[in-house]
């Protein structure tokens, strides 16, 4: 196909209304890469695809794909033994449980028990919904594991409140007693190097004993851990390191999990990507009230009411185009913007588009030819 013919015919400009319609990053690029085929079989399979789709929205409504993200990265580092993070964990969630929306949107639609070509992908979407359900369960967000996530991390966490409350007790005391309190700068409690402190003034630090991890920009308030927290806080620390251990077992565990079921991950991203792509051909010939042209190889034209999908539909005028029957020769002419130039590129970018599988606006039985 002549890429000049692209940028002639403003081929580019369809691609971007589709891709608009894509919700989807795979399912854009898709959109993106699609250029028309000369080989019928194909054409005719895309068409009957978009045509099959745009039923679905009629009798369903819409369907969005913009939870799928590329997980073919994350499932990469599954195949050679990595863990995967919080993030990519609930990344595969996500695709699993889109997954098993755009099922169930699928199985509803087909309550008539009639088939199309679409059926066969999405029966093999599969949402495994015990790991969507196992991930969710354990990880919170992307910054959050639960503490229900293994009986090591419920029992690390609880040890953890534990010693904060003797920590918070302790330094409590300290502020509560009239003579601690004179030596502070303020009756709080603060951080410092992950450890608690208080804040006393420096011209009494010799009356707090205890650490000194900090002191402010002045010089004249000292971050003081108080010997009384000093193993307390040595505790803490120990107890963090535990929990970080206990969270990494929990990834490790689910990475461990999913590397199981990667090739159906990969396969429904796959499907996730292409029926997002194929409805948002759908979405498109909706919105231009397009219909699938009947393709021929003997190089015959027959468009009735053609409209030019770029032009304002409410001002565009329909044209009824004729060629490659009776008569292969047809000239054009006309004054100045009577629409010659329009017409050209009417059938030029019917053509280009009907090629890539997208309906034409125009009405039904509508003929092209192969180019």
């Given at each position: ?65 913009g ?28 695709l ?28 093999a ?43 918070h ?74 929990e970080?251990?206990?969270?990494e ?37 909706k ?33 009824d ?19 010659k ?31």
């Amino acid at each position: 196909m002549n890429k000049k013919a692209y940028k002639a015919l403003e081929y580019y400009k369809i691609i971007d209304l589709l891709t608009d319609k894509a919700s989807s990053p795979m399912g854009k690029d898709l959109c993106r890469e699609l250029t028309p085929s000369t080989d019928i079989e194909e054409i005719r399979s895309m068409q009957l695809q978009t045509h099959d789709a745009l039923a679905r929205l009629f009798k369903k409504g819409g369907i969005s794909f913009g939870s799928v993200k590329d997980i073919r990265g994350t499932l990469k580092r599954l195949t050679v033994g990595s863990a995967l993070n919080a993030p990519e964990l609930l990344s595969v969630c996500s695709l699993l449980e889109n997954t098993g929306r755009v099922k169930a949107y699928s199985r509803s639609d087909r309550d008539d028990g009639m088939t199309d070509s679409l059926d066969g992908m999405f029966a093999a979407l599969e949402p495994l919904t015990p790991l969507s359900t196992e991930i969710r369960r354990c990880i919170l967000s992307e910054d959050e594991i639960s503490d229900d996530a293994s009986p090591a991390l419920h029992s690390v966490r609880r040890t953890i409140r534990n010693i904060n409350d003797k920590i918070h007790g302790a330094m409590n005391n300290l502020l509560n007693s009239s003579t601690t309190r004179s030596y502070l700068q303020d009756a709080v409690i603060t951080m410092r190097n992950g450890r608690y402190c208080l804040p006393v003034k420096a011209e009494y630090k010799g009356q707090v004993p205890g650490m000194i991890h900090d002191q402010s920009s002045t010089g004249s308030t000292l971050f003081i851990e108080p010997m009384s927290v000093v193993k307390l806080n040595n505790d803490l620390k120990e107890a963090f390191l535990k929990e970080q251990e206990a969270i990494e077992a929990v990834l490790a565990e689910l990475s461990n999990l999913t590397a199981q079921y990667a090739a159906y991950l990969l396969d429904n991203y796959r499907i996730l990507a292409d029926l997002d792509f194929i409805f948002a051909k759908a979405n498109l010939a909706k919105i231009q009230n397009g219909m699938a042209p009947i393709f021929n190889t003997e190089g015959r034209i027959r468009i009735r009411q053609g409209r030019h999908p770029l032009l304002d539909p409410k001002k565009v005028v329909p044209i009824d185009v004729h060629l490659g029957d009776t008569f292969h020769l047809l000239i054009i002419t006309g004054p100045n913007t009577g629409g010659k130039t329009v017409s050209l590129k009417t059938v030029g970018l019917f053509t280009l588009m009907g090629q890539a599988g997208l309906h034409i606006p125009a009405k039904d039985r509508s003929e092209l030819a192969i180019f």
